[in-house]
C-alpha cells in the first residue's frame, strides 16, 4: 500500500445540490480515515457548494481551458476553478478526449495552465481494447503522456498520473494486477527520466477503471499503485467509502 494513498472519486455530469448530503457524509467520515488523502471533483456546478461544506477532502474539477480569460463562451479557466476553492482538476480524462476530441497538446496547455494558477494536477492516460490486444498498451500510454508531461522545471511534484485502461472504465472489468504494475512502472520510469528520481518520487500513479470496496484492497496493494480515481462507486458515499477503508 502507497505511503498516504490518494482516492479521488470523479463525479462526471452526475450531481445537483441534492448530493450534498453525500459529500458531506464522505468528508465526515473522512476524518476517521487521516492515513488516506480522499478528495472529490464534482461538476463545476457544485464546486464552490462542496467547498464551502468540506473540512477534511481535496476539492477538485474535471477540466479546465488553456487560457487564462477571455472569449471562450462556456469555458471555464484555472484560476476560475481555484477562486470557486478547487485545489486540483483532472485533465485529459479518456471521455473528454473522446467527446470534445482533446489531444494530448492541448492537454499539456490545459496542464500548464493549471499549474500556473496554482492547482494540482490528475492527468489521465489509457489504451483501448484494440491497443491492449495488439499488444501496443505500453507505447500508447507512454507516448501519450510524452506530450503532454508539463516541462521539465514545472511544479511537476503538484502531477499525479491516473492510467485508467478505457475498456475498464464504467465496464466492470478491471485490468489485472500484473498488468497495472507493468504499466505503472513503465509510466514510473518515464517519470524518472523526464524529471529525476526526486521529482518523480513526489508524483502518485493512481489507478482506474471499476474500482469498487470489492476489489479496492487487492488493487490498491499492487506496487507502484499510490491511488484510485474512482467514477461509478464515487456517486454514493457507502461505495466511495468503503473504497478508502480498503486504502487504509
Ligand atoms: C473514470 O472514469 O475515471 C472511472 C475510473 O470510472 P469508473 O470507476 O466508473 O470505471
Redesign the pocket.
Known amino acids: 500500500m502507497a505511503e498516504r494513498p490518494y482516492i479521488v472519486g470523479?463525479w462526471?455530469m452526475n450531481g445537483t445540490r441534492a448530493m450534498l448530503s453525500e459529500a458531506r457524509a464522505i468528508d465526515r467520515a473522512a476524518q476517521r480515515y487521516m492515513k488516506v488523502e480522499v478528495a472529490l471533483a464534482p461538476p463545476y456546478t457544485l464546486i464552490h457548494a462542496v467547498h464551502r461544506e468540506a473540512e477534511q477532502i481535496g476539492i477538485g474539477a474535471q477540466d479546465c481551458h488553456p487560457g487564462a480569460e477571455g472569449a471562450h463562451t462556456g469555458d471555464i479557466a484555472a484560476s476560475m476553478l481555484a477562486d470557486a476553492g478547487a485545489k486540483f482538476v483532472i485533465l485529459g480524462?479518456s471521455?473528454r478526449r473522446q467527446d470534445h476530441g482533446e489531444t494530448n497538446k492541448l492537454i499539456n496547455a490545459k496542464i500548464e495552465s493549471a499549474l500556473e494558477a496554482g492547482l494540482r494536477v490528475i492527468l489521465c492516460c489509457g489504451e483501448t481494447l484494440e491497443t491492449r490486444d495488439a499488444g501496443d498498451a505500453e507505447d500508447f500510454v507512454l507516448r501519450q503522456l510524452k506530450s503532454a508531461l508539463p516541462a521539465f522545471g514545472d511544479p511537476a511534484e503538484r502531477l499525479t498520473i491516473a492510467y485508467?485502461p478505457i475498456w475498464?472504465?464504467?465496464t466492470g472489468r478491471t485490468a489485472t494486477a500484473q498488468d497495472i504494475e507493468a504499466m505503472h512502472r513503465a509510466i514510473r520510469a518515464l517519470l524518472d527520466n523526464t524529471y529525476g528520481e526526486d521529482v518523480s518520487a513526489q508524483v502518485r500513479i493512481l489507478y482506474?477503471?471499476?474500482?469498487k470496496p470489492e476489489n479496492a484492497r487487492e488493487i490498491l496493494s499492487t506496487p507502484e499503485v499510490g491511488g484510485a480515481?474512482?467514477?461509478?462507486?464515487s456517486l454514493s458515499a457507502e461505495s466511495f467509502l468503503g473504497i478508502v477503508v480498503g486504502a487504509s
Open positions: 470523479n462526471k480524462h471521455e485508467e475498464a472504465i464504467g482506474g477503471g471499476s474500482v480515481l474512482v467514477g461509478g462507486a
